[in-house]
């Protein structure tokens, strides 16, 4: 059973660097061919790809957070993190982790395609001062 379980700050002041950690048990995050990403849904708004890290390491982000997104994974660990700089109260959201999108990014026509298997339950971030 994969199960993925997100932890983090859920209180972040504006400006500062919002850092989330996904931890996955019951899979490696380097198994061949899996993504991993990072969606976020604001309030009253729809779920948004942010990023994915690939089994291989690599990289792929929504334009939409280019400059302020980043993802790293500690293979010891099994875990995969998100940093978002510069927030503001715009990234209050709910930030799940999920194991996707399944065949690769470059699969599908839009985000909003992209399938997923396997979610964590979230996790809630409001920034504020």
């Known amino acids: 059973q994969v199960q993925l379980q997100e932890s983090g700050p859920g209180l972040v002041k504006p400006s500062q660097t919002l850092s989330l950690t996904c931890t996955v048990s019951?899979?490696?995050?380097?198994?061949?061919?899996?993504?991993w990403s990072w969606i976020r849904q604001p309030p009253g708004k729809e779920q948004e790809w942010m990023g994915a890290?690939?089994?291989?390491?690599?990289?792929h982000f929504n334009p939409s957070f280019v400059g302020r997104i980043s993802i790293d994974r500690d293979t010891s660990k099994n875990q995969v993190v998100l940093h978002l700089s510069s927030v503001t109260p715009e990234d209050t959201a709910v930030y799940y982790c999920?194991?996707?999108?399944?065949?690769?990014?470059?699969?599908?026509?839009?985000?909003?395609?992209?399938?997923?298997?396997?979610w964590g339950q979230g996790i809630q971030v409001t920034v504020s001062s």
């Open positions: 890290i690939a089994y291989s390491g690599n990289t």
């Open positions: 999920a194991r996707g999108p399944l065949q690769g990014p470059a699969y599908y026509g839009s985000y909003g395609d992209f399938q997923y298997d396997y």
């Open positions: 019951g899979a490696s995050i380097t198994t061949l061919y899996y993504y």
